[in-house]
């Protein structure tokens, strides 16, 4: 391997070669990207879509990054090749150089020869070039710029070569680099290995493909018709591992400087030689590329869970731990890969130093859930398999697969690993429509907004008017009053102004509520709610008050804005507050970063969701409140400025919604004035929302309820202003009458309630041994009339106990009757219930569960429990009689056998 070209310094030269060139350097956008379509970022491009498609202006021309990506989702899975292939992941880095109407496919093609040749120094004879069919000029560049002859330059067609956003809209022919490793590399089959090329595209080892550059040229209409763009852009991606690869002359990505830190770590705990090692790559090579797409995404925000982006981290993790578990590794183990991840990319990567301790926190308590129900999966899915097997079935019934999904947390693509280890598919549509049962069976309401309809709305009413409309200007940051023309109107109720006073919704702040004036007819309208699209146009939802909307409210006419100054108010305090709540949440927990996941800030309502691994103790939740009040009754300034992002981030500020920010020569940031004894500022973030000038405006600070909404994300209920007032007085209110109930005073309100609830202990007890008392007298009399068979007690009989009395009383009886069997049945509240003990040297001529699941039928319901011991409940309680007469026969059958 050569390690002149460290992967730091190769990733370094590629920035540094297009700063040269003039780009603009942007720096890595999230994985989890602001795009509805896409689970994850896949790709260089995704964060300049918008720009790319018009909708979007960016401070610049061309730019370059260095974009981390995830693949394992969608079309673009490369799950199942991570391992076996060389140079598959689903974790990667994507080099990419962009043009939006500045260059072309000249600069591009010489760009992109004159970086790997003349500054990596890559041998110019090994470098092949494919070229969509079409592209002459592409041809006639690669020949001019890199003096390529016409055989190492391969015509290819549009599945190849030609590149599409969608079904409509840019697109255009791409142009590929291809290395030759050499012939020692070719695993084409043996028919066409005497003419193996990059021309036959059979994703030969010899030939990767380096650098990919598209040309978008042409916008594609609905019929398929393809026009020339009046200014054509540039995308282009080269996946970085390879590129080391290349320039450290490596096997495969995987025997590079950017993997082999995390093998060696592996190599440690297994005690594997490196030979020993060789013998297992597949494992060493799966726990190494998941353990970087695990470590990333934690730190990008994205915690285990069984949704989304959650699911698909909570799967490459579980994928991996199987896959350390054939290693023989010692769990957990995952922490350890991490850290390799975070010391290798850490440097560059910023976030992952930032996010260390909860990436590991995270990747602990993922290990530690999955390890309790491992080995009970392994042993389930083995059994299935060889029940199968023993039919001579190769399918895996979906309605099978579900339960180790669902009981013992296995991802369905673990067990689909398992099966194809032993020649056997998993049916994945049956085990999707088992999901799908179980999702409509605690699917909970409000899962679509009004405000997402309505955005949904937006988009498609607007594509008329949307190439034509700019940015609205906001202007209520100085005015809750404003005059303003109106630049369109679309439908009945949906206004856009040259200029307005109204906050849009965004960033988790409600958007502003008030009314409007037409200034020449008087005519008025409410405004109930305010968007904004992806130009930045906002749309104003009205309700007309006085007058008609035929004739008043049209385009070029001139109103009155007037915001609902009260209700900002409220919500500019829960704005601010919010702030003040992260900075504590930060400093009683102990974190650098940001830990926001989400807020809503509302006039009536402040909710915060924050990353965090465990529930605030009581102790916490004070700390915080103390520390927010402290800031609150300080009366800090709070000052608004805008400022380059890079300076913003120098001085500490919290970046929280990064794809807002991305692109913008200037951002936003709200600072909170130090406290009086300190020199930080208490909070500094980059926010587009309405705040108060001073802390003391916010009144005092109270935590309301803290609770957990998802894995690794907590959320807690503050009030502040009006809201906390309202708060303490229904509290007093409540209080107030509890106190007239119970006859005493508000003062003595607690000891009352305590010397009630001990009284109610005392007699819960009394009863419990009443109950007792009378269930050993239930026990003997069933005692005296139990029946032998063949040496075997048996008890039957009907008792109307509840469930709970009845499983108390067979436990009272099983001991005295061993060997025995007790079968007890009752009717409780229009319910009846049986309840089944077997002795242990019993349980094998009678199965508790079986006999259970048979007779429950006859109550109308179900049940089941172990050989030992089972229960179940149904609502016929007329058939209770003929259960326990059946289930007695049974019985007696069995131990007669």
């Known amino acids: 391997m050569s390690m002149r070209w460290t992967s730091v310094k190769a990733r370094q030269t590629f920035l540094d070669y297009f700063r040269s060139k003039s780009h603009t350097v942007e720096s890595s956008s999230s994985l989890v990207p602001d795009d509805p379509t896409l689970l994850f970022t896949n790709a260089g491009m995704v964060q300049f879509k918008r720009a790319f498609l018009g909708v979007e202006k960016r401070p610049y021309t061309r730019v370059a990054t260095a974009q981390t990506c995830i693949r394992v989702s969608g079309k673009h899975n490369d799950l199942e090749n991570v391992g076996p292939s060389p140079r598959h992941h689903t974790f990667f880095e994507m080099l990419g150089n962009f ?49 390529a002859p016409k055989e190492r330059i391969y015509r290819m067609g549009e599945k190849t070569n030609f590149w599409m956003m ?26 066409v290995r005497s003419i193996c090329s990059p021309h036959l595209d059979n994703n030969c080892n010899r030939w990767p493909e380096v650098w990919n550059l598209v040309f978008m040229q042409f916008n594609q209409d609905e019929s398929g018709k393809r026009t020339p763009l009046p200014k054509p852009g540039v995308d282009t991606g080269m996946g970085f591992e390879r590129l080391v690869s290349v320039l450290q002359n490596a096997p495969s990505n995987y025997d590079t400087d950017l993997f082999q830190p995390i093998f060696e770590g592996l190599r440690e705990l297994t005690g594997h030689s490196k030979r020993e090692m060789r013998e297992q790559y597949v494992p060493y090579r799966v726990i190494a590329d998941h353990g970087r797409a695990m470590t990333f995404l934690i730190a990008d925000g994205v915690v285990p869970s069984n949704e989304k982006q959650g699911y698909v981290l909570r799967m490459i993790m579980r994928r991996a731990i199987l896959f350390g578990k054939k290693l023989g590794l010692p769990m957990p183990f995952l922490t350890s890969v991490a850290q390799s991840v975070i010391e290798t990319m850490g440097g560059y990567y910023t976030e992952l130093t930032e996010q260390k301790d909860f990436v590991l926190k995270a990747i602990v308590q993922e290990e530690e859930r999955f390890e309790r129900t491992l080995d009970q999966g392994l042993e389930k899915a083995e059994m299935i398999i060889d029940e199968l097997k023993q039919r001579g079935e190769t399918v895996i019934p979906g309605k099978l697969a579900f339960p180790l999904h669902d009981t013992y947390g296995f991802p369905i693509e673990l067990f689909e690993d398992i099966a194809r280890e032993h020649g056997m598919t998993v049916d ?47 202007v209520g940051n100085k005015e809750h009053e404003h005059f303003s023309l109106i630049r369109a109107r679309r439908g009945e109720s949906l206004l856009a102004f040259d200029e307005t006073p109204f906050y849009a919704e965004s960033g988790g702040q409600v958007a502003d509520t008030g009314w409007i004036e037409h200034l020449k007819s008087g005519a008025k309208a ?25 004739g008043n409210f049209n385009p070029g006419d001139r109103c009155w804005l007037k915001v609902n100054a009260e209700r900002r108010q409220r919500t500019m305090r829960n704005h601010t507050a919010t702030h003040i709540l992260h900075a504590a949440l930060r400093r009683v927990l102990g974190y650098s970063q940001g830990i926001q996941a989400g807020s809503l800030v509302a006039p009536d309502e402040l909710r915060f969701d924050f990353k965090h691994l ?37 001085r500490g500020a919290m970046a929280l919604f990064t794809e807002d920010y991305a692109g913008k020569e200037k951002v936003r940031v709200v600072t909170i004035e130090p406290l009086p004894d300190e020199e930080k500022p208490f909070s500094v973030e980059l926010c587009g929302g309405t705040h108060v000038e ?10 309301l309820s803290e609770s957990g909404i998802a894995a690794g994300v907590r959320r807690v209920h503050v009030a502040v202003g009006e809201n906390l007032l309202q708060y303490l007085a229904e509290r007093e209110q409540t209080e107030r009458r509890l106190a007239q109930m119970l006859k005493t005073s508000d003062k003595e309100l607690t000891v009352k309630i305590e010397a009630l609830l001990a009284e109610h202990d005392q007699l819960a007890r009394e009863r419990d041994a009443l109950k007792r008392q009378v269930l050993m007298v239930e026990k003997d009399r069933l005692l005296q009339k139990r029946q032998k068979v063949n040496d075997i ?9 509840s469930v709970e009395d009845l499983k108390t009383l067979s436990d009272f009886i099983e001991p005295q009757i061993a060997p025995g069997v007790a079968l007890l049945g009752g009717v409780s509240n229009g319910k009846a219930s049986l309840v089944c003990k077997v002795s242990e040297a019993l349980s094998k001529k009678i199965n508790a569960g079986q006999l259970i699941k048979a007779l429950t039928p006859l109550i109308g319901g179900g049940g089941g429990g172990t050989p030992r011991f089972a229960q179940g409940g149904g609502s016929n309680a007329d058939g209770l009689d003929e259960a326990l007469r059946q289930g007695e026969a ?7 056998l």
């Not at 409509?168 to 043996?190: A, H, K, Y």
């Not at 699917?443 to 907004?449: E, K, M």
Request: proline content about 3%; some cysteine; glycine content about 8%.
């Open 428 to 474: 994945r549509a049956g085990f999707e429509r088992e999901m799908e049962k179980q999702r409509a069976r605690s699917r909970d309401a409000g899962h679509a907004t009004v405000e997402g309809q309505e955005v949904q709305v937006l988009s498609e009413i607007m594509p008329g008017v949307f190439s034509q409309l700019i940015a609205t200007d906001f």
């Open 526 to 550: 409410e405004v109930l709610n305010v968007l904004k699209d992806e130009r930045g146009v906002y749309w104003h939802h009205i309700k007309i008050l006085e007058g008609k909307l035929e």
């Open 890 to 896: 049974q019985m007696q059958i069995r131990i007669g």
């Open 99 to 147: 043009s939006f109407g500045d260059y072309f496919k000249r600069e591009a093609i010489s760009y992109a020869w004159e970086l790997l040749t003349e500054v990596y120094g890559l041998e110019k004879d090994r470098l092949h070039f494919t070229i969509y069919r079409d592209d002459e000029e592409s041809f006639q560049l690669w020949q001019e710029i890199a003096k």
């Open 614 to 650: 465990a529930p605030l103790a009581p102790e916490e939740i004070v700390r915080i409140e103390e520390l927010a009040n402290r800031a609150i009754l300080a009366d800090l300034p709070v000052t608004i400025t805008e400022e380059p992002l890079e300076t913003a981030k120098a």
């Open 694 to 703: 001073r802390t003391g405006q916010i009144g005092l600070f109270k935590v």
């Open 166 to 191: 969608g079904e409509t809209g840019p697109c255009g022919p791409n142009t590929e680099l291809i290395w030759d490793r050499g012939v020692e590399f070719c695993d084409c089959d043996e028919a």
């Open 793 to 801: 007690s048996v008890v039957c009989a009907r008792v109307d106990l």
